[in-house]
């Protein structure tokens, strides 16, 4: 069985940008609490950003369990899904520059009404992202064709994704 977690160094940059976002939106609506704008614009800003401290709160929970039978989330929602119940996958790549140098992927299973997705930045995530793929190819599923790039760019070049 191996278990992925994502990184520290990942997660405390996370912990910093969100509440960095967090103090200085909050700060521009507690030195303008009189402007509807200021109060609309960076209140939601605030909200976005605590959303964000929040969701990075939950990945540095997150344990994902993969083995020969399937694969499981734990520290937060519990979520498993078994190799042989998965009905679609999908690999998407999202870059940050034009060059297409840099960027993350995320990967999503679906099966039995249930959804599992991870992104790039998992440690192990190619490991994982080949168990899937095998899975995929032993129930047959049809890919669409950027799913089926993105695993064919992650064959060549191994070790690109991983943020």
Known sequence: M??????????????FLGGSGTL???????????????????GGLTGLFLLFTIRTALRQRLRIAADADGIRLSGGWVRSLRWDE???????????????????????????GRRVSV???????????????EAAQARNLTLDPTTESNFAALRETPGTFSL
Do not use: N
Request: proline share 4%.
């Open 2 to 15: 191996s278990v992925y977690r994502y990184p520290l160094p990942r997660i405390l940059a996370d912990y």
């Open 24 to 42: 200085m939106s909050a700060g521009l609506v507690a030195l303008a609490p009189t402007s509807k704008f200021v109060l609309v614009a960076f």
């Open 86 to 112: 998965v009905e679609a996958v999908r690999l998407r790549y999202f870059s940050t520059r034009r060059s297409r140098k840099g960027g993350w992927m995320t990967l999503t299973m679906r099966g039995r």
């Open 119 to 133: 992104d790039s930045h998992l440690d192990g995530f190619e490991a994982l992202a080949r168990r899937v793929a």
